[in-house]
């Protein structure tokens, strides 16, 4: 790899507090994560060892009510960090975004007894999350789902099976959405399982292209027992309560896509500057000066549209739409600066030997998760011109 270290993002943040996270986040990346990042992603490691430490660090809960275990932190602020983790290991940064995506369900229309037993372990005392609402035969069409919850007294049994479930099998809770009434959305509730209930398992995990050390695996509810007391907002509500977390979560992963960018691109640019040809640096010709000032671009405007988002939300201000197109422009961004920045390494690019074909294979996967690009330009569509047509 080439010498050159890559200078921080110039990051505007709100307060004194937000500057001193950002620095502890990086070191905590440059010391814990990035060093052992590629070695553990080839073999398949999960860091759960480095979950640990983000949640004593109090990272695990940054967006939540510091009165359960939270950081009292925007989503201005608590996004940045998720990019600076990702910057450091995909794995890393997109499971801190599933963990909070697994929390919110319970933070959000959780009661208040709920949130006093359950959130103070999740957001702090180093549990790891999951979010389970896909399935093999309900992907973008998350309304058809056939994992059923049915009522025995004062309990509900859950059967079915849940698909492409980030931390599957080793995850300490699950927010699980299951068909408790009609067919449709309206059918669905929410529920609070947690890792080690009877009758749940998590298959093998899937052979991926990339985010190997991130263990994404079918998970099977085999007539799992969970009291009402774990159901999370009323019956029939967990459709919108799945909606409404998602929004939040396509923030999360617009985040990500940034940092694998801007890790991209700074390898690329290190790289050259540093490769010499036909008696100079790479970067002095000037094919290769205007596609890394494009790659740059293009992650500004990324960041810039995620901030504008998170701005919304923590104004209370909608932002499904904006969350909508920052997940769809962040992500196609990923993909086009970590495929650039294969093509400036030249060979060098295609081997393992450097970070970016890394990078390349896990860009793609942002495209897909927490609803597919087509799926955003569906959301986008509907609020400039309304549903569509029956």
């Not at 059923?148 to 849940?162: H, L, S």
């Not at 029939?236 to 992963?253: K, M, T, V, Y």
């Not at 617009?254 to 540093?274: N, R």
């Not at 992500?331 to 060098?348: F, I």
């Amino acid at each position: 790899m080439p010498d050159r270290a890559p200078q921080p993002v110039d990051r505007q943040l709100p307060t004194d507090e937000a500057r001193e996270l950002i620095s502890l986040v990086r070191d905590i990346a440059q010391r814990e994560i990035a060093p052992k990042a590629a070695e553990e992603e080839d073999a398949g490691h999960f860091p759960r060892e480095v979950f640990t430490l983000l949640s004593r660090s109090g990272l695990l809960g940054l967006p939540y009510d510091s009165e359960y275990g939270g950081g009292d932190q925007p989503y201005e602020v608590y996004l940045q960090v998720l990019e600076e983790l990702a910057a450091a290991r995909l794995t890393v940064g997109l499971g801190v975004s599933v963990h909070t995506l697994a929390s919110y369900a319970l933070a959000a229309y959780g009661t208040k007894q709920q949130q006093v037993e359950h959130l103070p372990a999740m957001l702090g005392g180093g549990l790891l999350g999951a979010y389970c609402l896909s399935e093999p035969s309900s992907g973008s069409d998350a309304a058809s789902l056939r994992t059923r919850a049915v009522r025995d007294g004062e309990d509900w049994v859950i059967t079915g099976t849940k698909a492409w479930i980030t931390h599957g099998g080793i995850a300490d809770f699950y927010t699980v959405m299951a068909r408790t009434g009609e067919e449709g959305p309206r059918g669905i509730t929410a529920f609070l399982v947690p890792g080690d209930a009877a009758g749940l398992s998590g298959a093998l995990p899937e052979k991926k292209m990339g985010m190997k050390g991130s263990p994404t695996a079918q998970v099977h509810l085999d007539g799992v027992r969970v009291p009402d007391e774990r159901r999370i907002g009323e019956e029939g509500q967990g459709f919108a309560i799945a909606l409404s977390a998602l929004d939040s979560g396509r923030l999360g992963i617009a985040a990500c896509a940034i940092g694998v960018a801007q890790a991209a691109l700074d390898d690329a640019v290190a790289y050259a500057t540093e490769r010499r040809q036909f008696g100079k640096p790479i970067a002095d010709f000037q094919g290769l000066r205007f596609m890394l000032a494009d790659m740059a671009t293009q992650i500004e405007a990324g960041r810039a549209l995620y901030l504008s988002a998170a701005r919304l939300r923590d104004a209370g201000r909608p932002f499904a739409k904006q969350a909508a197109m920052a997940k769809l422009h962040c992500t196609d961004t990923a993909m086009k600066v970590t495929t650039d920045a294969v093509q400036v390494l030249g060979g060098y690019g295609y081997t393992a030997d450097f970070p970016v074909e890394r990078y390349m294979r896990e860009a793609k996967v942002l495209q897909i998760v927490e609803g597919t690009n087509q799926i955003q330009r569906m959301v986008i569509a509907r609020h400039l011109a309304g549903p569509e047509t029956r």
